[in-house]
Antibody, heavy 122, light 111 residues
Framework: EVQLLESGGRLVQPGGSLRLSCTAS????????MSWVRQAPGKGLEWVSTISDGGGRTSYADSVKGRFTISRDTSKNTLFLQMNSLRAEDTAIYYC???????????????WGQGTLVTVAS | QSVLTQPPSMSGAPGQWVTISCTGT?????????VHWYQQLPGTAPKLLIY???NRPSGVPVRFSGSKSGASASLAITGLQAEDEADYYC???????????FGGGTKLTVL
């Protein structure tokens, strides 16, 4: 059974940093691109970032480019999102999601974690 | 303002048929990129409902179907059930933005 478990969300001050993690199980982690998608309170879904299966390619939404960094550790089956220079508008539930094999940013999101809440406020 | 346009809300009685539209542009759906649909039940994570315009993942009831034409796509739900009350999102790829884009979501109410 595919499982994705996010962690690391918490209250952080504007301008602060945070690292989210997503631990994967039930599938060959190294065979899939992985993504982060967020959802602000009461709002819709917004794609944030995707990393290729091997980790050599990354892509970001304009809203986070230059501030967020996606990475992965295949040995630990874990996906990361390093978030710097956080703003109030980054407040959201952050979901990690698995992308089908052979896809990168043009793919879809097959499986989703339960999400972790990031709140940026003073 | 979402890149893909969906009606904010729709409703239908049990047993009825509803269609949710998703309108894009020549940079995304109109550029022949696939459309995917997600269902988000209250308080839960989104779940893949339709992928590549018309395909249902294993376990998704046949009551759900997708279609695409030109720069638009639709999600049809036949035989509405109370448990279909949820938010529905379409998603595609946009060449101008070089990334995935979502519709603003449609809140479906089963009367």
């Amino acid at each position: 059974e595919v499982q994705l478990l996010e962690s690391g969300g918490r209250l952080v001050q504007p301008g602060g940093s945070l690292r989210l993690s997503c631990t994967a199980s039930g599938f060959t982690f190294s065979a899939h691109a992985m993504s982060w998608v967020r959802q602000a309170p009461g709002k819709g879904l917004e794609w944030v970032s995707t990393i290729s299966d091997g980790g050599g390619r990354t892509s970001y939404a304009d809203s986070v480019k230059g501030r967020f960094t996606i990475s992965r550790d295949t040995s630990k089956n874990t996906l990361f999102l390093q978030m710097n220079s956080l703003r109030a508008e980054d407040t959201a539930i952050y979901y990690c999601a698995r992308v089908p094999i052979s896809f990168f940013v043009s793919g879809y999101f097959e499986y989703w974690g339960q999400g972790t809440l990031v709140t940026v406020a003073s | 303002q979402s890149v893909l346009t969906q009606p904010p809300s729709m409703s239908g009685a049990p047993g009825q048929w509803v269609t949710i539209s998703c309108t894009g542009t020549s940079s995304n759906i109109g550029a022949d990129y696939d459309v995917h649909w997600y269902q988000q039940l209250p308080g839960t994570a989104p779940k893949l409902l339709i992928y590549a315009n018309t395909n249902r993942p294993s376990g998704v009831p046949v009551r759900f179907s997708g279609s695409k034409s030109g720069a638009s796509a639709s999600l049809a739900i036949t035989g509405l059930q109370a448990e279909d009350e949820a938010d529905y999102y379409c998603q595609s790829y946009d060449t101008s933005l070089s990334g995935s884009v979502f519709g603003g979501g449609t809140k479906l109410t089963v009367l």
